[in-house]
């Protein structure tokens, strides 16, 4: 979400014709080659707008460590939300904590640069730190891979290495001989900074020579605080902590001594510390925990999760943790889909990411600790957009942690100040980014495909409370008027449809349970997508609290202060995908409907109509491909029985938005949802409605991908004559049996088999006419 | 400590003649009257410098609830230290913690103010709120007692009482009929406040409609947290929540709904609730606790120390509370005597506080969360004022708290980031204001008193650590030169003998514990104070690193930048209470001592000599009464075989410094120690040394006076020819046998028995030669 329009020109020349050579050439590459290990590429996303991050990391973890190039100032901060862009020269540090593809940021805690020879910093500003310390680096000198990140800074000849466990971020810096080695630590800095963003910090080294810290930030989580602790494999010679700030006007304040390097702890707004360890004859290791509970609980935290400082055993821990994680899925395909294909499930398994010490410990929404009890819990969470793809992905790929992820957000709720589920959350506070409750659906989806490691009873109440919580986004009136009305809430027809969705979901997990009552309130409000839809312009529009809708009316209009969410009447009103066959109804039946999804994909749109609007990308057509509410709508041309075309526009997609480059993602991956549309795709399916457990048929990319599941299971995907000559789906068998419906369920996933398809060369306008469309299966999966 | 000087011009003029009528007039009037209780006055000490508060409180209690009348910023803040100034005529509201008697402050933490009509807030800035809802008042409308506090706010018609629990605040605010009651509560304003003060806040309406929130504020001690919880006995018919502070710039934080009066929770850095009742048909009760560690753990003081809303039983505890603390002494006194002593008395057991949660979680130094095991743990450390005489005090009356005390002084030690004793700690966080490790003496001063309840090993430790924390005001140099050098640290001749001191008392115990190698240390470290005293021109000076005195030298010279704290070397070249013979030594002999001591109280002194310096008040000559560096000079003619002096220029500082009015505090009352001195005069004896368990002798200023101490025991001091023309001791009496020596010992005290002054109209220079000195009493108390 969220950027200036980067409009990527010479899309619409790419599209179909041009890319059908590129799959030629693709196929008659190397078909298994490298390990899915070694096919990830940190890289990819790291320039333009993917908005991801170089550095070290494990599934779901804590910590993310990696290297800032930049963390300018608000104003200039999109291009920097990870804090690396690929087009930089120079790094300023390596800080521990990152999003992966968000829009809007923050983190960037607990920098760190090490320093050959003489430290000379200039003192800077609260908000411009760092000119005194930044290193140039060259792109060959790097190396990441999963879990793992070297650079060479040149500016000092020291090889930065960095890897990660669950809860420690592990450095390794080699120095060259003769010039004494630093450590510097900068409590300053952040991801989208600006002055006074550092509420309060504090600076300690113990007696052991630990060093620990922490700061409350007011940033998109407002007065979060994150704690760190920190130990050197080698003595301190000396160490020196600063506070930049001036004119504190307190009296008294000075601590014991007045020596910088006497100081044993300090606490402002502007703190520093530089660590001496004069001249090495090995590599300095650092190893650092953070935590967002206390300094005690990082100590714990690195205590237990960070024994010893062999950086190469944890550097191989933590490739076998991914090694684990990717080898849910294998693969036969030519190098560069692999390559793309688990870079994309690596980018897909960073979030959630745990918040959890090793006590048990987490904060709430509430910024209060909390003990998880039977779980573990995580935050992150980019819901708006991953409730759609990566969220369905994990249920299939890793229900385990489903279970926690479910725990997570009912625990969440239990100690909001709202009672309600989180909506954009991070180190378990929360942000009130975007719209609709889709905490909602990511529970429905997870209980209709068995997933049951929780309190179902608490989650229900919790996505009841979420859905009927008043103050919340015009729910208020939503409940009342059956919409969300403009003159009361911007952006009032994304959220009526949000809403409606949302509710469908609810309905269905709430029958399931034998929860009728609640079913049916919530299944009569799935309906609500009609109060806003209007049937005389074939367009989803906002109304108003009288009734009528808001006029004048520009189809094209898009932004803050429009009756949309980061999009416009083409892009919105498609979101009805629990209910496609109602909409193929209000826009006049199916031909009607199809022609006007062409007009969507087929639009010559004038590049300056979203000149004022954040965040679309990936244009084609209307077709909004970096945008979340576009990831459905190539497949609902299924519904209407010309499947022919969805496969022609995911070629299109797929050959367009997603290269495997540092710039190969052409909008913000979105903590994984970005990555897991393109798994779904490049598999064949993809889960238009979650909590339906229908997977929509779009077609393979892949010639055989085999999904390895909890259980033993295996479903292989796999296809005949996969090239660019035969770029539509013939036939398609499921277990060798012939299959024309254009959806799979998640049932005859899970129990494994295998799905394949004949490629042709024409379109098939004799299969998949039985499209997945209400009603959907009301039947859950067995736990 | 700490004020722009005020003196008292006539105070000359009004010492030995003039005060022996007053002493005459008293005499005459009533001897029992009125209860303990009612002789309580907190208004005493409310204006001028005092710096008391007239809210409520309970002994030793979390909470301070009291009127604030200003909070202005930091350069005018002096006067405004407890939040309260008699001579104002409005009040801006009611907060939760103050200070009893700082110089520098701090807190005034969650002040609400009840409204009555229409709420109509000027919205002020952040660093000058209040300007809409202050309410003015007239002193005839105020009651204040201990434990309770009422006014009538003139501008609302609103009656406003309060009183206090251990851990809660109660409020009754009575609303003039037909006049909508609200409760404004501010998180914005702070006693010594400023721009930026208040980094972070939070406010929750919880559905159950308690509030709960909290602030974290960058003052005294930084980076402070404190939270609270309040319920109302009356439903809230609406609320708002308003955060006053514009121009946040991150993105996307707006919370649920956009309207003040739908929102549950709210975080920033300028919060402001107003809670709506409508028409109240009975008074409004609000309870508030407070927590220094998590809104949790308020809501579990609330839970636990506030159940019900019965305003009257819980002003009746109060009262109950204060009776029992304060029946530790009867006296046989005239009104005005019998209202400044037990006054004195309720002012020295307001503090130190208690500052740990009903389930034992306390915040210690490490600004982290900790558990008192097998003690309460209190903070509000005033040590540099505290040690001399407050302290000592509590020994006697409350050594049971003692207990808890020391207990609590090395709790904060061990989570200490320096691993050293509180210096002017509170709520758990150190100021690192004013100099020495007085804790040490503190420690001693219990144990020699054969107070026992606490790890007296671990106190040892702690005390040795801190007497050798080389960073901290100097000591490194300390122990390598034998005294502070004033090129390296500000104060040094201060710090050299009040270190001195402090070595001094640590010997004692740990002689008496056996460990006669530190015992050896620290006595040799006690007479440092020799290497700081320059014999030629008599007076304490600070010496240079390279050994030679600072040039030029001018003893009446004081403040920062010179050789003293908060004093000159007239006032502070006396302090050497652990040897004062060695002093009378240093002096050239014990009549050149006595004309010396003479020449202070005696001495022209122009007032402008100290308009630069903060806080010496209280003159008598070079004599500073405000200043506790001069609380034990009174009592040195006594070492020097002159008692009579002694007793003459008691009668001079207790008939200038002390009347039962507001403005009857010449100088702070410095958490009791102003008044602690005032107890044990009256009384008739002062610990010069504590740790040395003897008093030395004054005379007694009550007629009889019986200290009820623990186990039973009753020690009665009583006095024959108590009259203004009797002013000096004639002849003394321990349980009927003759007392020549000048002081009185600690076990002969906690034994029981009767100490009787017969008074006479002459000096008896024949009694007391036996005066208190070196060497003191080695021999400690039995547990």
Same mark, same amino acid.
């Given at each position: 979400?969220?950027?200036?329009?980067?409009?990527?020109?010479? %899309?619409?020349?790419?599209?179909?014709?041009?890319?059908?050579?590129?799959?030629?050439?693709?196929?008659?590459?190397?078909?298994?080659?490298?390990?899915?290990?070694?096919?990830?590429?940190?890289?990819?996303?790291?320039?333009?707008?993917?908005?991801?991050?170089?550095?070290?990391?494990?599934?779901?973890?804590?910590?993310? %460590?990696?290297?800032?190039?930049?963390?300018?100032?608000?104003?200039?901060?999109?291009?920097?939300?990870?804090?690396?862009?690929?087009?930089?020269?120079?790094?300023?540090?390596?800080?521990?904590?990152?999003?992966?593809?968000?829009?809007?940021?923050?983190?960037?805690?607990?920098?760190?640069?090490?320093?050959?020879?003489?430290?000379?910093?200039?003192?800077?500003?609260?908000?411009?730190?760092?000119?005194? =310390?930044?290193?140039?680096?060259?792109?060959?000198?790097?190396?990441?891979?999963?879990?793992?990140?070297?650079?060479?800074?040149?500016?000092?000849?020291?090889?930065?290495? %960095?890897?990660?466990?669950?809860?420690?971020? &592990?450095?390794?810096?080699?120095?060259?001989?003769?010039?004494?080695?630093?450590?510097?630590?900068?409590?300053?800095?952040?991801?989208?900074?600006?002055?006074?963003?550092?509420? &309060? #910090?504090?600076?300690?080294?113990?007696?052991?020579?630990?060093?620990?810290?922490?700061?409350?930030?007011?940033?998109?989580?407002?007065?979060?605080?994150?704690?760190?602790?920190?130990?050197?494999?080698?003595?301190?010679? #000396?160490?020196?902590?600063?506070?930049?700030?001036?004119?504190?006007?307190?009296?008294?304040?000075?601590?014991?001594?007045?020596?910088?390097?006497?100081?044993?702890?300090?606490?402002?707004?502007?703190?520093?510390?530089?660590?001496?360890?004069?001249? @090495?004859?090995?590599?300095?290791?650092?190893?650092?925990?953070? #935590?967002?509970?206390?300094?005690?609980?990082?100590?714990? +935290?690195?205590?237990?999760?960070?024994?010893?400082?062999?950086?190469?055993?944890?550097?191989?821990?933590?490739?076998?943790?991914? *090694?684990?994680? @990717?080898?849910?899925?294998?693969?036969?395909?030519?190098?560069?889909?692999?390559?793309?294909?688990?870079?994309?499930?690596?980018?897909?398994?960073?979030?959630?990411?745990?918040?959890?010490?090793?006590?048990?410990?987490?904060?709430?929404?509430? +910024?209060?600790?909390?003990?998880?009890?039977?779980?573990?819990?995580?935050?992150?969470?980019?819901?708006?957009?991953?409730?759609?793809? /990566? /969220?369905? $992905?994990?249920?299939?790929?890793?229900?385990?942690?489903?279970?926690?992820?479910?725990?997570?957000?009912?625990?969440?709720?239990?100690?909001?100040?709202?009672?309600?589920?989180?909506?954009?959350?991070?180190?378990?506070?929360?942000? &009130?980014?975007?719209?609709?409750?889709?905490?909602?659906?990511?529970?429905?989806?997870?209980?209709?495909?068995?997933?049951?490691?929780?309190?179902?009873?608490?989650?229900? *109440?919790?996505?009841?409370?979420?859905?009927?919580?008043?103050?919340?986004?015009?729910?208020?009136?939503?409940?009342?008027?059956?919409?969300?009305?403009?003159?009361?809430?911007?952006?009032?027809?994304?959220?009526?449809?949000? =809403?409606?969705?949302?509710?469908?979901? $609810?309905?269905?997990?709430?029958?399931?349970?034998?929860?009728?009552?609640?079913?049916?309130?919530?299944?009569?409000?799935?309906?609500?997508?009609?109060?806003?839809?209007?049937?005389?312009?074939?367009?989803?529009?906002?109304?108003?609290?009288?009734?009528?809708?808001?006029?004048?009316?520009?189809?094209?209009?898009?932004?803050?202060?429009?009756?949309?969410? *980061?999009? +416009?009447?083409?892009?919105?009103? &498609?979101?009805?995908?629990?209910?496609?066959?109602?909409?193929?109804?209000?826009?006049?039946?199916?031909?009607?409907?199809?022609?006007? $999804?062409?007009?969507?994909?087929?639009?010559?749109?004038?590049?300056?109509?979203?000149?004022?609007?954040?965040?679309?990308?990936?244009?084609?057509?209307?077709?909004?491909?970096?945008?979340?509410?576009?990831?459905?709508?190539?497949?609902?041309?299924?519904?209407?029985?010309?499947?022919?075309?969805?496969?022609?526009?995911?070629?299109?997609?797929?050959?367009?938005?997603?290269?495997?480059?540092?710039?190969? %993602?052409?909008?913000?991956?979105?903590?994984?949802?970005?990555?897991?549309?393109?798994?779904?795709?490049?598999?064949?399916?993809?889960?238009?409605?979650?909590?339906?457990?229908?997977?929509?048929?779009?077609?393979?990319?892949?010639?055989?991908?085999?999904?390895?599941?909890?259980?033993?299971?295996?479903?292989?995907?796999?296809?005949?004559?996969?090239?660019?000559?035969?770029?539509?789906?013939?036939?398609?068998?499921?277990?060798? /049996?012939?299959?024309?419906?254009?959806?799979?369920?998640?049932?005859?996933?899970?129990?494994?088999?295998?799905?394949?398809?004949?490629?042709?060369?024409?379109?098939?306008?004799?299969?998949?006419?039985?499209?997945?469309?209400?009603?959907?299966?009301?039947?859950?999966?067995?736990?």
């Amino acid at each position: 979400m969220s950027s200036t329009i980067r409009l990527r020109r010479g %899309l619409l020349a790419a599209a179909l014709c041009l890319a059908l050579p590129a799959l030629a050439a693709a196929a008659s590459s190397d078909k298994g080659g490298t390990s899915a290990y070694a096919a990830v590429d940190p890289m990819i996303g790291t320039g333009g707008d993917g908005h991801t991050f170089p550095g070290a990391t494990v599934p779901f973890g804590m910590i993310q %460590l990696s290297p800032d190039t930049a963390m300018p100032d608000v104003k200039h901060a999109y291009k920097w939300a990870a804090g690396y862009q690929y087009g930089d020269s120079s790094i300023l540090g390596f800080s521990h904590t990152h999003f992966s593809g968000s829009g809007h940021s923050d983190l960037g805690d607990v920098l760190v640069m090490p320093i050959a020879g003489d430290v000379k910093l200039d003192p800077g500003s609260p908000d411009q730190p760092g000119s005194g =310390y930044r290193s140039r680096f060259d792109h060959k000198s790097e190396k990441a891979e999963a879990g793992y990140y070297a650079v060479t800074l040149a500016d000092y000849d020291v090889r930065a290495e %960095l890897t990660a466990g669950q809860r420690v971020g &592990w450095h390794r810096y080699t120095f060259p001989k003769g010039k004494p080695a630093h450590l510097l630590l900068d409590l300053r800095p952040s991801i989208y900074d600006y002055d006074g963003k550092v509420l &309060w #910090s504090s600076l300690r080294v113990h007696a052991d020579g630990t060093v620990t810290g922490g700061r409350t930030t007011r940033g998109w989580a407002p007065g979060r605080q994150l704690y760190f602790a920190m130990r050197f494999n080698q003595p301190l010679a #000396s160490r020196s902590l600063k506070n930049r700030e001036t004119g504190v006007p307190y009296k008294g304040f000075s601590g014991p001594g007045n020596r910088a390097e006497d100081v044993d702890a300090m606490t402002g707004r502007a703190l520093e510390g530089v660590f001496d360890f004069g001249d @090495l004859g090995k590599p300095l290791i650092v190893k650092v925990a953070v #935590s967002s509970v206390s300094e005690d609980n990082a100590i714990a +935290n690195l205590d237990k999760d960070g024994a010893g400082f062999d950086f190469d055993a944890r550097r191989a821990e933590a490739r076998q943790s991914w *090694e684990k994680a @990717l080898s849910t899925v294998d693969l036969v395909a030519p190098a560069d889909t692999r390559k793309t294909f688990y870079t994309s499930l690596y980018h897909a398994m960073i979030s959630p990411s745990l918040s959890m010490d090793v006590n048990g410990e987490y904060r709430g929404p509430d +910024n209060q600790v909390h003990t998880a009890k039977g779980f573990d819990f995580y935050s992150t969470w980019s819901l708006w957009d991953v409730y759609r793809a /990566q /969220q369905p $992905l994990m249920t299939l790929l890793q229900p385990a942690k489903s279970n926690d992820f479910v725990s997570s957000l009912i625990a969440a709720r239990q100690s909001s100040p709202f009672g309600i589920l989180p909506i954009w959350a991070y180190q378990g506070m929360e942000t &009130w980014c975007m719209i609709g409750y889709h905490a909602v659906p990511v529970i429905a989806d997870a209980y209709m495909k068995g997933i049951r490691g929780y309190d179902a009873d608490a989650a229900l *109440e919790a996505m009841v409370a979420s859905a009927t919580y008043g103050p919340y986004g015009g729910i208020d009136d939503y409940m009342k008027l059956g919409y969300v009305p403009i003159d009361r809430q911007p952006e009032a027809a994304s959220k009526t449809v949000e =809403y409606a969705f949302d509710d469908w979901s $609810l309905a269905q997990m709430a029958k399931a349970m034998g929860k009728d009552d609640v079913a049916a309130t919530f299944s009569k409000r799935a309906g609500n997508w009609k109060n806003s839809f209007d049937t005389k312009t074939g367009f989803l529009r906002a109304r108003k609290s009288d009734g009528n809708y808001r006029e004048p009316f520009d189809p094209s209009s898009a932004g803050y202060g429009s009756d949309y969410t *980061e999009g +416009n009447a083409w892009q919105y009103s &498609w979101y009805v995908p629990q209910d496609v066959a109602g909409l193929i109804d209000a826009l006049g039946g199916k031909d009607a409907f199809v022609k006007k $999804l062409d007009s969507v994909f087929d639009a010559k749109v004038d590049p300056k109509s979203f000149a004022h609007v954040e965040d679309i990308t990936g244009l084609i057509g209307w077709y909004a491909h970096g945008n979340e509410p576009s990831h459905q709508v190539a497949y609902l041309y299924d519904y209407a029985g010309q499947p022919w075309k969805t496969q022609e526009r995911l070629v299109q997609i797929m050959q367009t938005q997603y290269t495997p480059t540092p710039t190969g %993602l052409v909008g913000n991956d979105d903590l994984g949802q970005m990555s897991a549309w393109y798994i779904f795709t490049a598999l064949g399916f993809y889960p238009v409605a979650p909590g339906s457990n229908q997977y929509v048929i779009g077609r393979p990319f892949i010639e055989k991908a085999t999904l390895n599941l909890p259980g033993g299971k295996h479903f292989v995907v796999s296809a005949d004559h996969l090239d660019a000559k035969h770029p539509y789906v013939g036939k398609v068998t499921l277990n060798g /049996q012939p299959l024309d419906r254009t959806f799979v369920r998640h049932e005859e996933i899970v129990a494994g088999g295998e799905l394949h398809f004949t490629m042709q060369a024409t379109p098939a306008k004799d299969w998949g006419q039985t499209p997945a469309s209400l009603p959907y299966s009301m039947t859950p999966s067995a736990p």
